[in-house]
């Protein structure tokens, strides 16, 4: 019997516009207009915060796609409209518009995820909570979809059995004061629940941690050996991993994700990146 191979990990950071990685990750040849194809040359995947704000017109994902090599994917995150506006309520053909635009991504769309606001809690809000996802759940068994909870009431083992019985993703955020439920999701995957794949944010502090994004300033060596373990054995177990690194983290996420690779190097699968003959086209910007 042929053996599977291990799922592949997928590394990158927060966004790829930060002004402030010019001469530090982003050569000063390159323009603006040319850092994503320049990014997508470093890294296979990103995650979209503008998403938050709007969902990405026609034009912007024609323009995503067509910029970047095949492989690469997008992780957007639900608009704040559906999640902190509406909060989970009448708001049906907005989320729908919003899965019709992950689904024009094609192969392009990563995980996408649903973020709830910090005092969006079990005990005030769990009803439209529940309906809400039980509704999304058969709406959308075509694309990834991930739940970030940030309240304490919902940062716990039921709800993430809740969620993963959905079919969803629990998000595994390294924060500062949030809950680490790493091991509550792998008893999930333990007991045959989720989708296949993991999603993970290191977010560090972002109130009072590394200021600014240019250098690696704050050096988090056990975090990111205990999290390459982690990684490792949520491969072990046939998940597919996609994580996100954010300048807070340790001042400066593009060296954050290359530590982290380097440390993975060997444990797991990495997707050969970049694809043959990138290099070249981006000497031609």
Same mark, same amino acid.
């Given at each position: 019997?042929?053996?599977?191979?291990?799922?592949?990990?997928?590394?990158?950071?927060?966004?790829?516009?930060?002004?402030?990685?010019?001469?530090?990750?982003?050569?000063?040849?390159?323009?603006?207009?040319?850092?994503?194809? +320049?990014? &997508?040359?470093?890294?296979?995947?990103?995650?979209?915060?503008?998403? +938050?704000?709007?969902?990405? /017109?026609?034009?912007?994902?024609?323009?995503?796609?067509?910029?970047?090599?095949?492989?690469?994917?997008?992780?957007?995150?639900?608009?704040?409209?559906?999640?902190?506006?509406? %909060?989970?309520?009448?708001?049906?053909?907005?989320?729908?518009?919003?899965?019709?635009?992950?689904?024009?991504?094609?192969?392009?769309?990563?995980? $996408?995820?649903?973020?709830?606001?910090?005092?969006?809690? %079990?005990?005030?809000?769990?009803?439209?909570? &529940?309906?809400?996802?039980?509704?999304?759940?058969?709406?959308?068994?075509?694309? =990834?979809?991930?739940?970030? &909870?940030?309240?304490?009431?919902?940062?716990?083992?039921?709800?993430? %059995?809740?969620?993963?019985? %959905?079919?969803?993703?629990?998000?595994?955020?390294?924060?500062? $004061?949030?809950?680490?439920?790493?091991?509550?999701?792998?008893?999930?995957?333990?007991?045959?629940?989720?989708?296949?794949?993991?999603?993970? =944010?290191?977010?560090?502090?972002?109130?009072?941690?590394?200021?600014?994004?240019?250098?690696?300033?704050?050096?988090?060596?056990?975090?990111?050996?205990?999290?390459?373990?982690?990684?490792?054995?949520?491969?072990?177990?046939?998940?597919?991993?996609?994580?996100?690194?954010?300048?807070?983290?340790?001042?400066? /996420?593009?060296?954050?994700? =290359?530590?982290?690779?380097?440390?993975?190097?060997?444990?797991?699968?990495?997707?050969?990146?970049?694809?043959?003959?990138?290099?070249?086209?981006?000497?031609?910007?």
């Amino acid at each position: 019997m042929q053996e599977l191979a291990q799922p592949l990990v997928h590394l990158g950071t927060s966004s790829w516009l930060f002004d402030g990685w010019r001469s530090t990750f982003y050569p000063d040849w390159v323009p603006k207009n040319q850092y994503l194809p +320049f990014y &997508a040359s470093h890294f296979d995947t990103v995650e979209v915060n503008t998403s +938050f704000y709007a969902i990405p /017109s026609p034009s912007v994902l024609v323009n995503w796609v067509e910029s970047v090599p095949a492989g690469f994917t997008y992780a957007l995150k639900f608009p704040r409209a559906i999640t902190h506006d509406r %909060r989970l309520v009448d708001c049906t053909d907005l989320t729908r518009t919003f899965l019709d635009a992950l689904r024009a991504l094609g192969p392009a769309a990563g995980p $996408a995820f649903l973020q709830l606001p910090p005092d969006f809690t %079990r005990r005030g809000n769990g009803r439209d909570l &529940a309906g809400y996802l039980d509704w999304l759940a058969p709406e959308a068994p075509d694309l =990834r979809l991930a739940v970030e &909870a940030r309240s304490a009431d919902l940062l716990t083992a039921g709800f993430a %059995r809740f969620v993963a019985e %959905r079919n969803f993703a629990l998000v595994l955020v390294d924060r500062m $004061a949030t809950a680490d439920l790493y091991a509550t999701w792998v008893e999930c995957v333990d007991a045959g629940l989720g989708p296949d794949f993991s999603l993970i =944010r290191w977010i560090g502090d972002d109130r009072s941690g590394p200021q600014g994004d240019r250098e690696l300033q704050a050096p988090r060596n056990n975090d990111l050996e205990r999290w390459a373990q982690r990684i490792a054995e949520l491969t072990q177990r046939g998940r597919t991993v996609f994580g996100y690194m954010h300048n807070p983290y340790e001042g400066h /996420s593009p060296a954050s994700a =290359r530590r982290l690779r380097t440390l993975l190097d060997g444990r797991v699968r990495l997707p050969d990146w970049p694809p043959a003959g990138m290099a070249g086209q981006l000497s031609l910007f």
